[in-house]
């Protein structure tokens, strides 16, 4: 992975660090700590990020809204 990606999950994970249980919140700073280095993470390293990432962004459920709103009358 590039740095560009690597970047990308840290900017969503940014908003979902209150929410990791403290052994989660202590591997992802060491993995943040290692990006703020601009240091390429392994394989193993990217696999726990996307799995954070997955977890906590990616898995959230768009609501429907529809029904609050009246669609207009096409006949009038």
């Known amino acids: 992975m590039s740095y560009r990606d690597q970047n ?3 900017e969503a994970l940014r908003r979902y660090e209150r929410k990791m249980d ?11 700590k290692r990006h703020k280095m ?7 390293s990217m696999a726990r990020l996307k799995g954070y990432y997955e977890k906590y ?12 709103f009246k669609k207009p009358d096409s006949g009038e």
Not at 38 to 44: G, S, V
Not at 58 to 66: F, P, Q, S, V, W
């Open 57 to 68: 962004h990616a898995n959230r459920e768009r609501k429907n809204y529809d029904h609050f």
């Open 8 to 10: 990308k999950y840290f």
């Open 38 to 44: 601009e240091e390429d993470l392994d394989k193993i």
């Open 22 to 32: 403290t052994r989660e919140y202590e591997d992802y700073s060491m993995l943040k």
